[in-house]
């Protein structure tokens, strides 16, 4: 375990590094160098205490480390299972990391993540993410894929809702995005003002009856792209935190999971 967490953390610092925007291949270079120099004494540490639980002899450490026998044993003799906390705590957050980045993220928001190392590469400009997705181009895990989990409840000429990307949010949260593009309430069209309210009000019934919820939470600001889209948030009755502290980081499900409630909300809005 400790040695799974310390590699997550390696995987992050790593993956946050490359997909900094605007630094130079030197600067890139000198700060991966430096965390290399830093980190891997630790790395290593971590590496050779896991394998002295699992039964390993000094004379296997130092074959797997290129190192004779006495020489491992001096170096990483103290090394031993680092303290790490409540274990259930430690691989929850490690069940939602793996998660969270088996979806294949794409580098933060960089769209061009490879082709901007060349030299005569034109950096590509901002994309936006809703539009993107349904063009079929590659967007963030974050900004979900053009066919939700358990497909689109609703799809008409001016809004599309569907499950929001499941591992970054809990079963039965609801993404209502814009068929056209625009940034937020102040460049509605009578129509999309005359019907949103309407659409949220028709949705959050279906969703408490589906999850089982007391109250969801609807939540919008347009940070991740500049393209109209709301969340519809069922807050778990098991969450520990309430509000703005929830939706800082609400949990996540499994496909599995978001196509089950997606099954009941779509018969719930049936009934209606």
Known sequence: MALSAQ?????ELFRVAVAAPGHENDDLASSLWKRLEEGMP????AIVAYERTRGRSWAEIGELTGRDTGEAEALWGGAGAQAQGDPSKIVAQLDEWYVRHAQVEELARVRDPFSRTLDAHTAEPPQCLVCGKYAGEAVPAWAGRP?????????????????????????????????????????FTP?????????????IGPIKTATGVPRVHVWSCMEGTPHFHLWLVPRLETAHE???????APGYCVE?????????????????
């Open 7 to 11: 590699l997550r953390e390696w995987s």
């Open 191 to 203: 129509e999309e003002a005359a019907s949103i309210g309407p659409l949220i009000g028709r949705l």
């Open 256 to 272: 599995p999971e978001a196509e089950a409630v997606v099954a009941r909300i779509r018969q719930a809005l049936e009934g209606c």
């Open 242 to 248: 309430t509000g703005r502290g929830y939706l800082a």
């Open 147 to 187: 066919v939700p989990p358990g497909g689109h409840l609703i799809e008409n000429e001016l809004w599309r809702v569907g499950h929001g990307p499941t591992a970054f949010w809990p079963a039965g949260t609801l993404l209502i995005e814009s068929r056209r593009h625009f940034l937020d309430y102040t460049e």
């Open 42 to 45: 630790s790395l290593r540490e």
